[in-house]
């Protein structure tokens, strides 16, 4: 059993920024891939960002470019870096660990941007 605990979230202004951070209590050297998800009200849950085991990184269309995706393994922390921060980025935020046998989620950090 792996539990992900995500922090960072709050409310911020168009055009600003946030660091989300996702703090596992086992490895994540052994999660296939990290990744953070997203729902907005009345929308399905979608992948913004993801990172392998290998290091490479996988981002959703809309973020690509403004957000950035990491992992230290030391601290079995992942982190999104998030800049020019827009309205429709408002959202729950969660933190996603995906090994061989299971897959775990994070309780979720809300993001909103709004002036």
């Known amino acids: 059993q792996v539990q992900l605990v995500e922090s960072g979230g709050g409310l911020v202004q168009p055009g600003g920024s946030l660091r989300l951070s996702c703090a596992a209590s086992?490895?994540?050297?052994?999660?296939?891939?990290m990744g953070w998800y997203r729902q907005a009200p009345g929308k399905q849950r979608e992948l913004v960002a993801q990172?392998?085991?290998?290091?490479?990184?996988n981002y959703a269309g809309s973020v690509k470019g403004r957000f950035t995706i990491s992992r230290d393994n030391a601290k079995n922390t992942v982190y999104l870096q998030m800049t020019s921060l827009k309205p429709e980025d408002t959202a729950v935020y969660y933190c996603?660990?995906?090994?061989?046998?299971?897959?775990?989620w994070g309780q979720g950090t809300q993001v909103t941007v709004s002036s």
């Open positions: 996603n660990a995906d090994y061989d046998y299971s897959g775990y």
């Open positions: 086992g490895s994540i050297l052994r999660a296939n891939t």
């Open positions: 990172i392998t085991r290998g290091g490479g990184t």
